[in-house]
């Protein structure tokens, strides 16, 4: 569980890593010639580096949200809603225990107690 603290973080670096990625393959820079006249001389198979680049992170983002996935699976199980819901807050919109305890009403404390007895009852779900 406590990876899925830094998931979203991951996919975000990841998203924006594609982002810069995909503005270098759209863009051309010219080149000049010695006559001042503009040429355009792109690298042949800069196409297929960026490619297989963002190919590549695609790929990382599907195993992060795989394993938010089975985190999500695991808090689904479960059986009160109300610590279901701050299971959720915290590991999967990646809230802090202020925000969550002052969004439900309940204080501070008693959400970190709720989200022990959360954490005590996926160990027992998924067996360790």
Not at 22 to 37: A, E, L, V
Not at 48 to 57: F, K, P
Not at 115 to 124: Q, R, S, T, W
């Given at each position: 569980?406590?990876?899925?603290?830094?998931?979203?973080?991951?996919?975000?670096?990841?998203?924006?890593?594609?982002?810069t990625a995909f503005d270098r393959m759209t863009h051309?820079?010219?080149?000049?010639?010695?006559?001042?006249?503009?040429?355009?001389?792109?690298?042949?198979?800069?196409?297929?580096?960026?490619?297989?680049?963002?190919?590549?992170?695609?790929?990382?983002?599907?195993?992060?949200?795989?394993?938010?996935?089975?985190?999500?699976?695991?808090?689904?199980?479960?059986?009160?809603?109300?610590?279901?819901?701050?299971?959720?807050?915290?590991?999967?919109?990646?809230?802090?225990?202020?925000?969550?305890?002052?969004?439900?009403?309940?204080?501070?404390?008693?959400?970190?107690?709720?989200?022990?007895?959360?954490?005590?009852?996926?160990?027992n779900i998924v067996g360790l």
């Amino acid at each position: 569980m406590l990876r899925a603290w830094r998931l979203q973080d991951e996919i975000d670096a990841l998203n924006e890593a594609k982002k810069t990625a995909f503005d270098r393959m759209t863009h051309i820079t010219p080149s000049y010639d010695s006559n001042g006249g503009g040429t355009v001389s792109p690298d042949p198979h800069k196409f297929d580096y960026i490619a297989a680049y963002i190919g590549q992170i695609d790929e990382r983002q599907r195993q992060l949200v795989e394993v938010q996935s089975e985190i999500l699976s695991a808090i689904n199980r479960v059986s009160s809603p109300q610590i279901r819901s701050i299971l959720l807050a915290r590991y999967i919109n990646c809230e802090r225990f202020e925000t969550i305890a002052y969004r439900t009403g309940v204080s501070w404390r008693h959400v970190v107690r709720l989200h022990g007895y959360g954490l005590l009852e996926i160990k027992n779900i998924v067996g360790l």
